[in-house]
């Protein structure tokens, strides 16, 4: 449901509500989309602007339902009837003509988030469920403050109210009788408690009845599937003239005793003798009417269910069954729909909401605030958002804490057990053991080992750890999907991935321990992923694209690491640990990968293995901008027998060393291209030494060398055929020195070559956006700066900032403001690469500021972690912000800008127009759909 707030807010305390739905609409689609989405126009046209023409407020609307707020009853009352005469006169074309049913309520609301809570919204979306296309409904609370032509049609009982309301129908033209309940037509159980998160799954399973004989909703237990199909019912029942029937499945053992449990729920007594089964009794009673049959927990008798369902609906075209089952029945025409988990996500989720309603229900002194709230989303977040998980832990709220609650759920089973005094609610660990009991022995052995993965899995390595390979492990796994006891992972990888949610997880562990096979599984488990992982080869290690597959695997991974260390196998340990190294570079936070390195770095004797860890703790170090660390670790790899990492620690070195020590630089540059020749080493080794060189003559203004050298050490990054971090460094080298050395095409066409985005160095789009100001392209230039500097402020890195400051000067400077330029380059401090270093260099050169510039980078003494320019990009982009606003509104004209060739132009417009996307109110200012408030101001 869509929410409208009104630019005067909405009407508060006693307020009359609106309600309005069209009949038969999914039935409609259905026939004709095309024609109905037209005829559906005009009906939004008209709804919206009766409510609005009468002064009330459009707060909500979901498909055809709208949802109206009035201060006065009169013209709630008013805007229905308008509604109804234009409706009926109405050109539909070739559209359906539709028919609109009509509730009003009046009563005290609450308006929260543009939308309202209380009994009163509530009231008067039952009141519009019980109207009949064209007719308009009122509560006696409507009708008492009007004076209008009304039937009076009687008190009536409503689902959730509990007195029963006085109904009046406005006009008095005869209509059939309206939708209310006849008792004797229901034998569902009472609710007992409004469901939440569920409306739009109600929706769709509504409308799937409309068109369909037979849906089954299916789910772990737990997943909340009987309230689910209860509630629907309840939806359903003022249009079933023939009523709706519960048959509860649970509490029966034989497959023989589902037709007398059936035909109780219907309250009918099968005859016995006279040639026709229970079954064929019940399906000739159902044959004529015009019902809603709930089959609640089937699983343990599909087939059985399976043959009722069949037959019933072989000789009935009205009636329709509705089931709930951990696995589908397999019944022809059956259309299943999986019941997902709650959503938990923040403090106003549905299943934080959950929570607090059923809290209250055992605690009404309780308080639950903001803070309380961030706390119970996390409870919910480690139950899977399962609504029986969550109401169990609710219900410890009589005596805990959420605070208690969340540091107790380590032992979950136990605190969701129930408690004492209240043995007949169905607890976690019953539910579970139910699904398990279900399942044949092979497929329990197979669930067992699943325990063991943490997060998601694929089928390979379900099949390493069970020891079940081939056709057999598909067909179990299949089976445990269906039974909803393992989940498919929607993660959009090219290979299908399963997971089981943590409670599951956690009960199935508890079952491999139970049967002893804990050890031959952890062992299979760790095998699998040392195999995934482990690696001698830099190549490999170093390869992004490799990452990228890895990272959905890395809390198996962890584990893996976990086991070999625990054990103290540091050696595999290290050799796993040396396999993530382009993981922990560009998919993980660096503070993982230097958790692990340093443990095993203090662990590990002297030699090679040793050497590896420390040079993949040295990258770590150095995006976390712990750059004293950096040195140390790369002088203690100079110094190492081992070659490889030796050659490497060589360039890197010499890389970082050109500007406090050009001539050391050019000394190690020089060691790391010897050591590569004498060990016969890649190119992957040989490349940071060459790539040095070009850093070296960049800080020396020498832009032609620098290019050659940089071009040389991109091709060696190629050679290997893998993404790596050298490979996207030199590429972004050779393109800045494109840009240096005049030549813009040649920039954006190195840039083109690939996608530098999977390294966490990519600096791409400062690049890129000072060859297209080169080029004349400002207004792209400004949009690639601003969206780097949103993605600065995020966080992603530390300095990118001070990037970002480069090509805000750029196009300050470009723009013909030299002197703010100037002042945004010296802010930049010291920009995050050598290469955007020598862009901000050659940006001071064309204002004749180059020397200055470079005398500050030179001859800093600030660590590099106390420059960040984070603070000095919020207010550039606030000020710009600022100024377009104020362009905005007073009508001064924009200025196109042509940057190679120097035209004068306003030295805010372009920027300011990338830096605040105008809403089409010009009240607001959003970048990819984000309020710059939020990302600059707020932040």
């Not at 299943?351 to 309780?366: C, D, Q, S, Y």
């Not at 030549?743 to 791409?764: G, K, M, R």
Request: negative net charge; hydrophobic residues 45%; contains cysteine.
């Amino acid at each position: 449901m869509t929410t409208i707030p009104s630019a005067g807010g909405v009407p508060t305390g006693i307020v009359t509500f609106l309600f309005t739905d069209v009949e038969g609409s999914t039935r409609l689609w259905a026939a004709d989309a095309g024609k109905t989405a037209v005829s559906i126009e005009t009906h939004d046209r008209i709804i919206k602007q009766a409510i609005q023409d009468r002064g009330g407020v459009v707060f909500g609307w979901a498909g055809d339902h709208f949802r109206g707020a009035f201060e006065d009853p009169r013209a709630a009352v008013a805007a229905a009837m308008a509604a109804q005469t234009v409706l009926a006169q109405a050109d539909w074309g070739d559209g359906p003509v539709l028919k609109v049913r009509m509730g009003l309520h009046r009563g005290r609301a609450t308006p929260r988030d543009g939308d309202y809570f209380g009994s009163a919204p509530n009231t008067a979306a039952r009141i519009e469920s019980l109207a009949h296309g064209g007719q308009v409904l009122m509560s006696a609370a409507v009708h008492d403050e009007v004076d209008v032509e009304s039937l009076d049609l009687g008190h009536h009982r409503l689902r959730d109210v509990p007195k029963p309301v006085g109904i009046h129908q406005l006009g008095i033209t005869a209509n059939r009788p309206i939708r209310t309940v006849d008792p004797s037509l229901s034998t569902l159980p009472n609710p007992g408690s409004i469901i939440l998160g569920r409306d739009e799954l109600i929706a769709e399973v509504r409308g799937l009845l409309e068109t369909q004989p037979m849906v089954t909703v299916t789910g772990m237990g737990g997943s909340g599937k009987t309230r689910l199909a209860v509630e629907v019912a309840y939806q359903e029942l003022p249009g079933r003239y023939d009523g709706c029937y519960f048959a509860d499945l649970s509490a029966i053992s034989e497959g023989s005793e589902v037709a007398a449990a059936v035909a109780e729920a219907l309250r009918l007594e099968p005859t016995a003798g006279g040639g026709s089964s229970a079954i064929e009794q019940l399906a000739a009673y159902l044959a004529s009417r015009d019902a809603l049959l709930v089959l609640d927990n089937c699983e343990h008798v599909v087939e059985e269910c399976a043959d009722l369902a069949e037959q019933v609906l072989a000789r009935s075209t009205a009636t329709a069954i509705l089931a709930t089952t951990r696995q589908r029945l397999g019944v022809a025409g059956e259309r299943v729909i999986a019941v997902p988990s709650l959503d938990a996500d923040d403090d106003r989720s549905p299943a934080v909401e959950l929570f607090v309603e059923r809290a209250l229900a055992v605690n009404p002194a309780g308080r639950f605030g903001r803070a309380e709230r961030a706390t119970i989303s996390e409870i919910c977040r480690r139950l899977d958002g399962m609504p029986l998980a969550i109401e169990l832990a609710a219900a410890r709220s009589a005596v805990l804490t959420p605070a208690e609650i969340l540091d107790r759920m380590a032992d979950r089973f136990r605190l969701l057990s129930g408690g004492r005094g209240r043995h007949r609610r169905r607890t976690l660990q019953a539910t579970l053991d139910w699904s398990y009991d279900l399942l044949d022995e092979e497929e329990q052995a197979f669930f067992r080992s699943l325990g063991l993965f943490v997060g998601s899995f694929d089928l390979a390595a379900a099949q390493a750890v069970t020891g079940i390979s081939g056709y057999d492990a598909m067909d179990l796994m299949e089976s445990l999907v269906a039974k909803n006891l393992v989940v498919t992972d929607d993660s959009g990888l090219d290979t299908a991935r399963y997971r089981l949610l943590e409670s599951v997880r956690i009960y199935a562990g508890d079952q491999l321990t139970r049967h002893g096979d804990a050890g031959r599984a952890q062992d299979a488990h760790a095998d699998c992923y040392r195999r995934l992982t482990a690696t001698d080869d830099f190549g490999v290690s170093s390869d992004l694209g490799r990452s990228a597959s890895l990272r959905p695997d890395w809390p198996n991974i962890a584990t893996t690491l976990e086991y070999f260390t625990s054990a103290g196998d540091f050696e595999t340990a290290a050799s796993i640990a040396f396999g993530c190294q382009a993981l922990w570079e560009s998919r993980l936070p660096a503070t993982e990968g230097r958790r692990w390195l340093e443990m095993l770095v203090d662990q590990l004797p002297d030699g090679p293995e040793r050497d590896w860890i420390t040079y993949g703790l040295m990258m770590l170090c150095s995006q976390l901008d712990d750059w004293t660390e950096v040195h140390s670790l790369l002088r203690q790899m100079v110094a190492s027998a081992s070659p490889g990492p030796r050659t490497l620690a060589a360039g890197i070195l010499a890389f970082f060393m050109c500007r406090e020590g050009p001539d050391e630089a050019l000394t190690l540059a020089s060691l790391g291209q010897s050591l590569a020749a004498e060990h016969d080493l890649g190119p992957e080794f040989l490349c940071p030494s060459v790539c040095a060189e070009g850093v070296h003559a960049l800080y020396d203004a020498r832009f032609e060398h620098a290019r050659t050298a940089f071009e040389d050490a991109h091709e060696l990054s190629c050679e290997r055929r893998v993404e790596t971090n050298h490979f996207v460094m030199t590429g972004i080298a050779v393109a800045a020195a494109q840009v240096l050395t005049g030549d813009p095409e040649a920039a954006l066409e190195s840039l083109d070559t690939a996608d530098w985005s999977a390294s966490i160095w990519d600096s791409s789009a400062i690049v890129r956006a000072l060859a297209l100001i080169d080029l004349g392209r400002s207004a792209e230039a400004a949009d690639l700066v601003v969206g780097f500097g949103y993605d600065a402020l995020r966080g992603r890195l530390a300095r990118m900032s001070n990037d970002a400051m480069v090509g805000l000067a750029a196009l300050a400077i470009n723009q013909g403001d030299i002197e703010h330029g100037w002042k945004l380059l010296q802010q930049a401090a010291s920009p995050r690469t050598p290469f955007t270093i020598g862009l901000a260099e050659g940006l001071a050169d064309r204002i004749g500021r180059g020397d200055a510039m470079r005398h500050m980078h030179r001859l800093r003494d600030r660590p590099l972690a106390e420059l960040d320019a984070s603070e000095a990009l919020r207010a550039e982009l606030t000020r710009l912000r600022s100024a377009r606003f104020e362009r905005f509104h007073d009508g001064t004209p924009g200025a196109d800008v042509a940057l190679a060739g120097g035209v004068e132009a306003d030295p805010v417009d372009h920027v300011a127009v990338a830096a605040v996307q105008l809403r089409g109110d010009g009240v607001g200012f959003t970048h990819d759909g984000e309020r710059v408030e939020d990302l600059v101001i707020d932040e």
